[in-house]
């Protein structure tokens, strides 16, 4: 297991719980914008944001953003060692820069007496596309966790060890083999993310299976879905990759069939209007939505509640993968939405 780095309010890695990041894409001078988005980034459920850090003006501009959410938040600095010890010192809560990019040991010391002074975790990040010369046309993978490592061990000689890692590629392969490969070598908490995964479906699927992957197998500690756009969309793709992999378990699963010639109704007018009426939800129910008794309530029985269709305008209602009785087509998403109100407040359920 890895060991645990405290972000401010959020502890990752030691088996807590998988915290989800995003990054804003504002201006950071643009307080205005930058606040908006991070309210609203904290809204979806971002527990860790981050935002970019390029010049002093931005470290000014971001005194207004430190110390104002609940939210950690992360300041990204790519070379000039000056800013992560100045965002160390104006209260973010956490750094990521790489110290072997600094190429001046006293300097690295420097930054790293900042970090320590003010309870600053580092974020070691390293991407394909930023490799030190050292490390070109080496295979990727080893490259990336080599890359990382040579950053984690400048660290360690000046006993800092509050470090958070991840070695992204655009490929999900060398993403998910560099990972495995670090998760071997050491127990920091490990970042994960497919770096510049795109935008929409294909990013959306590039990260889950990556990111998915390496969580199936146990590794990574935090996650980042990287997409073109709005950021927002980043915090429902990861939320939906925890889901689906069952490590987040609280909201409500609707599960249906494909349908066939079997199904007599608008199943899937029913399984959108059930989806867009429980997406609040955050208590564990599954739901099941089937399109005919012949083979609905046996490929669903794990289901909490669920209908089946049938003929005529008919469903069957079941419970525990037991049919109850028989509604309505049009009183399916009542009944189902009752029953689900039902089990989120402990209410008896009436057969
Ligand atoms: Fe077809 Fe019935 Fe299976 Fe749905 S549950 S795919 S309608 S056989």
């Given at each position: 297991m890895s060991k645990t780095v405290k972000i401010k309010n959020i502890k990752i890695g030691g088996g807590n719980r998988i915290a989800v990041q995003s990054m804003t894409n504002t201006d950071t001078l643009d307080t205005d914008a930058t606040l908006a988005q991070l309210r609203s980034l904290q809204a979806a459920g971002c527990d860790i944001a981050r935002i970019a850090v390029s010049c002093d003006e931005e470290v000014e501009a971001c005194k207004k953003y430190t110390g104002v959410f609940d939210m950690p938040l992360v300041a990204d600095i790519q070379f000039d060692y000056r800013l992560a010890v100045r965002c160390a010192e104006i209260g973010f809560d956490k750094i990521r820069f790489n110290p072997g990019n600094i190429g001046d040991e006293r300097k690295v010391e420097y930054t790293v007496d900042a970090c320590k002074a003010?309870?600053?975790?580092?974020?070691?990040?390293?991407?394909?596309?930023?490799?030190?010369?050292?490390?070109?046309?080496?295979?990727?993978?080893?490259?990336?966790?080599?890359?990382?490592?040579?950053?984690?061990?400048?660290?360690?000689?000046?006993?800092?060890y509050d470090t958070v890692i991840s070695v992204k590629s655009s490929d999900v392969k060398t993403t998910v083999r560099a990972y495995r490969k670090l998760a071997e070598a050491v127990d920091y908490p490990l970042h994960l993310g497919v770096t510049e995964s795109g935008a929409d479906e294909?990013?959306?699927?590039?990260?889950?299976?990556?990111i998915g992957a390496l969580l199936v197998d146990g590794i990574g500690d935090t996650v980042r879905v990287s997409l073109s756009g709005d950021p927002i969309n980043e915090i429902r793709a990861a939320r939906l990759i925890l889901q689906e992999i069952g490590?987040?378990?609280?909201?409500?699963?609707?599960?249906s069939c494909p349908t066939c010639s079997r199904c007599k109704y608008d199943l899937k007018k029913v399984v959108d209007e059930l989806k867009e009426k429980t997406a609040d939800v955050r208590t564990g129910v599954k739901v099941a939505v089937m399109g005919?008794?012949?083979?609905?309530?046996?490929?669903?029985?794990?289901?909490?509640?669920?209908?089946?269709?049938?003929?005529?305008g008919k469903a069957a209602l079941f419970i525990n993968g037991k049919v109850v009785r028989t509604i309505k087509t049009e009183e399916i998403v009542p009944v189902l939405l009752d029953l689900i109100k039902r089990k989120i407040t402990n209410d008896k359920v009436d057969i």
């Open positions: 003010n309870k600053v975790p580092i974020r070691i990040g390293v991407n394909t596309g930023s490799l030190e010369k050292e490390f070109v046309g080496m295979d990727r993978a080893d490259a990336l966790a080599q890359s990382a490592l040579k950053h984690v061990r400048l660290l360690e000689k000046f006993g800092f294909r990013g959306t699927v590039r990260s889950a299976v990556g490590i987040d378990r609280d909201y409500c699963e609707i599960i005919c008794v012949v083979n609905g309530p046996g490929e669903a029985a794990d289901a909490d509640f669920g209908v089946a269709g049938g003929s005529g």
